[in-house]
């Protein structure tokens, strides 16, 4: 797409994001983690009832498709030959089937049968089916709940959101609310005194990690390298492909804005701006989403999105507010729960108390929708490690009231 590719020199890309941390936390920021309970106030499913629309979906699948069924089949099979356990398919847990898919791709237990970078095909099936159902369920832009607007105008440049969500209802929010945001972790510029090396730009913008990747976002390897292959043989027409061909048929752009290391994992990731007419196509196996699929051992994966992690677990005097909103650590992100005690540890721990730039730290607020006491001890049980002291918890979801406990204190 004519991106102008820079050069590399050993440690470089370390060098920059230490530089960048450095710069990053010499502004005022705030943390709000999201999980499923954010999105469901939009329409949007929870994991449970997703799972449910992909079994029904993805066993009514012929062909190639079929073969979900068939490993669906085999996992039964699997569990009650090693472990004496009879499950049907009704009562199969979700992401401990796919950790066995996962497994067998990983290690390429298929030999010359595995099917792609993005998975054999049950995990295709799955990936697709999880784009689909989204993407069905995004409500227009002129439909989404206020309190996703307000939420957006909570947030400040230099905010980090980390987001364990599949779906666009964030991006959309801020962009209807005009909020600047990226989706990577360092904007860069051209050094003018070091042509071709990069420097950090400073740009007021707040940061979207989206640690499972996204339902539009798609990966353009594969075919840049047999357009590379294409005009190295001296063919004419370009590369058969359903986004890339004609990129302008569905809003197709880089999700890297701006110059960049050709070296980073997010290189060849693109969004498609129209993902509901994309998805109407009927994408199996032409197209696979880039997003981690709901396993119990994701991590395996998540070598794409390993920048989004550097440096969060150090501490930030400057980190002024923090929140986790419809994330109730789920067993499926073990992963996810080592990460937010460090962050919660140090959030409530480092410079509690104390006035930097005439600013406090505010408590740490947690907001979920437990139906039943038994839930919400549960809730308490998984944060456990939360100086309760320290925070606020909101138990009625993510509505109005929330958002009045978001809001920064004015100073």
Known sequence: MGRKRLSSEPNKKRLERSKSSADFRSKRFGIYILGAGFSQPAGLPLASDLWREIMRRGLELTGRASFFRDDLETYIEYRKNT??????????????????????????????????????????????????????????????????????????????????????????????????????????????????????????????????????????????????????????????????????????????????????????????????????????????????????????????????????????????????IGFSLPSQDEYARQVIYRLVQNYQSTYWGNTTMMHRKTRLVLIDFPKSVEEKQEYRRKYRFVNWDRAVTYFNGFDEKAIKLLRPPKH
């Open 83 to 324: 472990d004496g356990i009879d499950i049907s398919k009704d009562n199969v847990n979700f992401e401990e089937f796919l950790a066995f898919l996962d497994i067998e791709h990983y290690l390429g237990l298929r030999g010359s049968d595995t099917w792609s970078i993005h998975g054999n095909e049950a995990q295709v099936v799955v990936k697709t089916l999880i784009g689909e159902i989204l993407s069905e369920k995004m409500p227009s832009d002129d439909k989404i709940p206020e309190i996703y607007l307000q939420f957006a105008n909570i947030l400040r440049p230099n905010d980090i959101v980390l987001t364990f969500n599949y779906d666009i209802l964030l991006e959309r929010a801020l962009e209807l609310a005009g909020v600047p945001y990226r989706l990577f972790s360092d904007r860069h510029e051209e050094d003018p005194e070091r042509p071709g090396r990069l420097q950090i730009e400073s740009r007021d913008e707040v940061v979207v990690f989206k640690l499972h990747g996204s339902i539009d976002w798609f990966d353009r390897s594969d075919y840049a390298w047999l357009e590379e292959e294409r005009i190295r043989n001296g063919y004419g027409l370009r590369t058969p492909d359903l986004i890339f061909q004609r990129p302008e048929d569905f809003g197709t752009v880089p999700l890297l804005d701006g110059p960049h290391n050709p070296e980073d994992p997010l290189h060849h990731i693109y969004r498609v701006r129209d993902i509901k007419r994309l998805y109407k196509k009927r994408i199996l196996f032409h197209a696979t989403p880039s997003l981690l699929n709901p396993s119990s051992i994701k991590i395996l994966y998540s070598k794409m999105m390993s920048d989004f992690w550097w440096g969060l677990g150090r501490v930030g005097v400057l980190n002024f507010s923090m929140a986790v």
